[in-house]
């Protein structure tokens, strides 16, 4: 395990942690007013390779051989030429920080970030990390890499699980969760909703299907696969019989004879699994992958005998359901596509620059 130290006086800044997977749903922004739980799980730390923060440069002023060689391979906005290495903990895990709450990042309920770091070391006041906590982001804080030091406290790395280990163990994520948000006239409201890291993984893994396909026609294994990317292969792939056939494949899955293998990605090392065959491989994130590949069976009811006394209500909860189709983020999306080189052919490229105003409707 590791702690973050101080790059100027060397004060310990964080709690011990160990080290994961950067969350597909890192930067995502999710909804209006919404309020989202702590990215992080607690004792853990993730890096984002690419570089973040002041300073950005329009698409026009950079030279297309040049975001190649970063790994962009289409237009966008803009990119970030700041520090790369930038580390994501949980809020807790904070330690020997002072927050500058007046640098809230033009936050509407909280702080965004977006004026750069608004937490400073306790003992020597160097800006060291970003704290996130405004509404319909997730809650974080981001580690600055030239302010802070990786120190090891433990002497050795953590080993570790293996996939038969995590295919026995694993928790799934659930695709639909309670969302809390505010903004009506009676405050604070409560609804069941798609859960928002299903729609940042379904944005990165249709990217990954896409070029999967290469422009064919696909069918989708039964299940709730096909809630989550039938509409969006229906709206940006030809009509017409399918001709590859997409299945599941991981610790205890072979799919065997399929074209396109849906696989998870290790939630420690961000490793993808590699299947015996050949098939293209569309990554999902261990816990939403274990969901579709691997659903858990409805418990049996329970077989009971007579009838409920007078004056007595059922109270079994209905099974939450979620009031809209299921909408894939349209960031993450257009995030993993740009960043395949395979963008670069003709269709796919149709496909990026005609996302009009319906088609973002009808899918994001």
């Keep these: 395990m590791f702690v973050f130290a101080c790059a100027g006086c060397g004060g310990e800044l964080t709690a011990p942690v160990s080290q994961v997977e950067l969350p597909v749903h890192a930067y995502q922004k999710?909804?209006?007013a919404?309020?989202?739980?702590?990215?992080?799980a607690q004792g853990t730390f993730a890096v984002d390779p690419e570089p973040s923060g002041q300073p950005w440069r329009g698409w026009e002023e950079i030279d297309p051989d040049e975001a190649a060689a970063r790994g962009v391979y289409a237009p966008v906005t803009e990119l970030s030429y700041g520090v790369p290495g930038?580390?994501?903990?949980?809020?807790?895990?904070?330690?020997?920080?002072?927050?500058?709450?007046?640098?809230?990042?033009?936050?509407c309920c909280g702080l965004a970030g977006g004026d750069g770091p608004n937490m400073v070391c306790e003992v020597c006041g160097l800006p060291v990390a970003i704290r996130i906590d405004d509404c319909s982001l997730w809650q974080a804080v981001w580690l600055a890499p030239d302010a802070v030091r990786r120190v090891r406290v433990d002497g050795k790395d953590a080993v570790p699980l293996s996939w038969g280990e995590l295919a026995a163990h694993g928790r799934s994520t659930p695709p639909v969760v309670p969302i809390t948000g505010w903004g009506s006239s009676s405050g604070l409201y409560h609804r069941w909703s798609w859960n928002p890291q299903w729609e940042a993984a379904a944005g990165r893994a249709l990217a990954h299907l896409l070029v999967a396909s290469g422009g064919r026609t696909v069918a989708l294994p039964n299940g709730l696969a096909r809630d989550v990317f039938q509409r969006a292969l229906d709206t940006l792939l030809p009509a017409g019989p399918a001709a590859l056939r997409a299945d599941f494949a991981g610790p205890g899955l072979s799919g065997a004879d399929?074209?396109?293998?849906?696989?998870?990605?290790?939630p420690q090392t961000g490793e993808i699994w590699s299947p015996d065959a050949s098939a293209q491989c569309v990554p999902l994130p261990f816990g939403?992958?274990?969901?579709?590949?691997?659903?858990?069976?409805?418990?049996?009811?329970?077989?009971a005998s007579g009838v409920l006394p007078d004056g007595v209500l059922r109270d079994e909860p209905l099974a939450p359901h979620p009031g809209t189709p299921f909408r894939i983020d349209q960031n993450a999306f257009e995030y993993a596509l740009v960043r395949l080189p395979a963008v670069r052919s003709p269709w796919l490229r149709r496909i990026l620059d005609h996302l009009t105003r319906p088609v973002r409707a009808r899918l994001f």
């Design 86 to 107: 930038a580390v994501v903990i949980a809020p807790g895990d904070v330690r020997g920080t002072l927050l500058v709450p007046e640098k809230n990042g033009s936050a």
């Design 34 to 40: 919404v309020q989202l739980p702590v990215l992080m």
């Design 288 to 303: 939403v992958w274990l969901s579709l590949a691997l659903p858990e069976p409805a418990p049996l009811p329970l077989i």
């Design 258 to 266: 399929a074209d396109i293998l849906f696989v998870p990605t290790h």
């Design 30 to 32: 999710s909804g209006n």
